[in-house]
T-cell receptor, first 117, second 112 residues
């Protein structure tokens, strides 16, 4: 089973709202990721969690707040977003990269389509 | 740093035509190489992968061979179907980098 589940699939929120995107995987992966994808562009990395600890923040604005409550769950808390934050948000997971070994396969979810109005 | 250069699209082919989407990369060491596919309105699905030189990844009739001498990972399919219409992303994951490096994507449209 190579499934990453994301909810909700669609979200419309106002600029003053607080909402969350949720992601779950049961593949035993200990690395989880948030990516942002704008139309006709490749995904861009936002955050990486390794063993439930934040290991990479790609200079993402603080209005995006990630959380990894346990090894299976990853959340992205949203607050005071701007219309330009409207995009597809993709969660992904993989085995943790081991030193001296080539990259692991990263599995993506179906994404959450976010519209900020 | 690592980079992936992918064939510019969009690409339009007739059903049953032969498909090639070119992908070349720049990276130190021995990265793993991937092709992901994104159908309209959906997330990314792993199509195939190769983890070392001369490996051939294959899935759903698609194939790609990891060519270290030409730093390439071209995607091929012998006979495309309308259902193959999607955006295809070439990507690499290097052991010195947590980030998956993507190409720009190639939009493929197959007409009946």
């Amino acid at each position: 089973d190579t499934e990453v589940t994301q909810t909700p699939k669609h979200l419309v929120m106002g600029m003053t709202n607080k909402k969350s995107l949720k992601c779950e995987q049961h593949m035993g992966h200990r690395a989880m990721y948030w990516y942002k994808q704008k139309a006709k562009k490749p995904p861009e990395l936002m955050f990486v969690y390794s063993y439930e600890k934040l290991s990479i923040n790609e200079s993402v604005p603080s209005r995006f707040s990630p959380e990894c409550p346990n090894s299976s769950l990853l959340n992205l808390h949203l607050h005071a977003l701007q219309p330009e934050d409207s995009a597809l948000y993709l969660c992904a997971s993989s085995q943790v990269r081991q030193a001296g070994r080539s990259g692991n396969t990263i599995y993506f979810g179906e994404g959450s389509w976010l519209t900020v109005v | 740093g690592d980079s992936v250069t992918q064939m510019e699209g969009p690409v339009t082919l007739s059903e049953e035509a032969f498909l090639t989407i070119n992908c070349t990369y720049t990276a130190t060491g021995y990265p793993s190489l991937f092709w992901y596919v994104q159908y309209p309105g959906e997330g990314l699905q792993l199509l195939l992968k190769a983890t070392k030189a001369d490996d051939k990844g294959s899935n759903k009739g698609f194939e790609a061979t990891y060519r270290k001498e030409t730093t390439s990972f071209h995607l091929e399919k012998g006979s495309v179907q309308v259902s193959d219409s999607a955006v295809y992303f070439c990507a690499l994951h290097n052991f010195g980098n947590e980030k998956l490096t993507f190409g720009t994507g190639t939009r493929l449209t197959i007409i009946p």
